[in-house]
């Protein structure tokens, strides 16, 4: 592996490293940790004891996170539940309506750019005689609603497809997929942890019958989530998959995170008075961050549909770089690559793949996730420092110099061969 000496200047003031990865989690908002603050020690209470006011206060918190909530997706408090982030969230609900609806069929849709925690629940309910249907994505990431309309059948209970890609951050079209299942009597639960409080997210104007979100990916605290589950038409029934005092209308038992709960909710509240402003914001910094790299380097490419896609995200290939190098050489900014970096192997992507990536050019992608505390100048840095591995980067490689020279690759015999 080559490493290079970066000639970029730090201006006066700017702090490294620069965390460019809020996909995987973003920093608590401070109003967010002010109002979770007295929830850990003067009201401490457990939001379901009746008889004192410790509890009732506590209890008061939590209905008014409910009420935060359900406002930012276009619903009633009545109808969120909640758990202990995203990934149980999907857990519930695949695996709660899966047994729930088991009589009227045992089929469920998916598609191949989720999120782990949908992947692998419908794989686990594969094992106990469930259909699963794994729909493809085309090149821009998107799945073909034809796709999806022949895959559904009589045995079909749910559809699950995300609102926004936590890699590429393409945006499926949701109102329609919603549509189509109502049309068909089929549940529509969404994996909308990336969109929630970034693009404007109404289950009723979207025909979402279920939705799982997450506080961490929205300025507010780790290990606290919410499922949005619609009361009436149609009344979506759950099994609970964990059993104890039944909290939270049955359907998830367990002593409420009051604090985090207090979090999540003021979290909902910021996304939706500042959501406007943040994406414009977002999608400018973003904008520049693009423009930038693709003026000053060639043979980059963007990932996933530009036109329906997340504000603060730019997925990018730098091809003729080999994507350990780069990480490498731009090691003071925080970003993911196109490698699902395990401890032993080093995979490439699955959404990347999925798009018809090689291996090679998954891994040498980035993801840039932009979010509310990044600034112009950080880009500005982050854009420079890029720019100048890469440049560095191909000098070393003869890939890169024999395409210069006009030599097209795809028509070279290898030795190897
Ligand atoms: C982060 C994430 C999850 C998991 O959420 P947790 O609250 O961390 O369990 C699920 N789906 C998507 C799309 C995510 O980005």
Partial sequence: MSTVASSVEVPAGLHLPIYMDNHATTAVDPRVLEAMMPY?????????????????????????AREQIARLIGTTAKEIIFTSGATESNNLAIKGI?????????HIITQVTEHKAVLDTCKRLEKHGYRVTYLPVKADGLIDLEDLKRAMDDKTILVTIMAANNEI????????????????????????????????????????????????????????????????????????????????????????????????GKACE???????AEAAHLTALRDRLKNKLESELDYVHVNGSMEHHLPGNLNMSFVYVEGESLLMGINDIAVSSGSACTSATLEPSYVLKALGLGDDVAHSSIRF??????????????????????????????????????IDLTKIQWAAH
Wanted: hydrophobic share 40%; proline share 3%; aromatic share 6%.
């Fill in 40 to 64: 850990f020690t003067v009201k401490f209470g457990n939001a379901a004891s009746r008889n004192h006011s410790f509890g009732w206060e506590a209890e008061q918190a939590v209905e008014a």
């Fill in 98 to 106: 899966a047994e729930m609806y088991r009589e009227r069929g045992n």
């Fill in 270 to 276: 910021i996304a939706q008075q500042e959501m406007k």
């Fill in 369 to 406: 996730g932009l979010g509310r505390f990044n600034t112009q100048v950080e880009v500005d840095y982050v854009a420079a420092k890029v720019i100048d591995v890469v440049k560095h980067l191909r000098q070393l490689s003869p890939l890169y110099e024999m395409v210069q020279d006009g």
């Fill in 169 to 264: 951050g393409v945006l499926q079209p949701i109102a329609e997929i919603g549509k189509l299942c109502h049309e068909k009597n089929v549940l529509f639960h969404t994996d909308a942890v990336q969109a929630v409080g970034k693009v404007p997210i109404d289950v009723i104007a979207d025909n979402i019958d279920v939705l799982s979100l997450s506080g961490h990916k929205i300025y507010g605290p780790k290990g606290v989530g919410a499922l949005y589950v619609r009361r009436r038409n149609p009344r979506v029934q759950i099994a609970a998959q964990i059993d104890g005092g039944g909290h939270e209308r049955g359907m998830r038992s367990g002593t409420l995170n009051v604090p985090g709960i207090v979090g999540l």
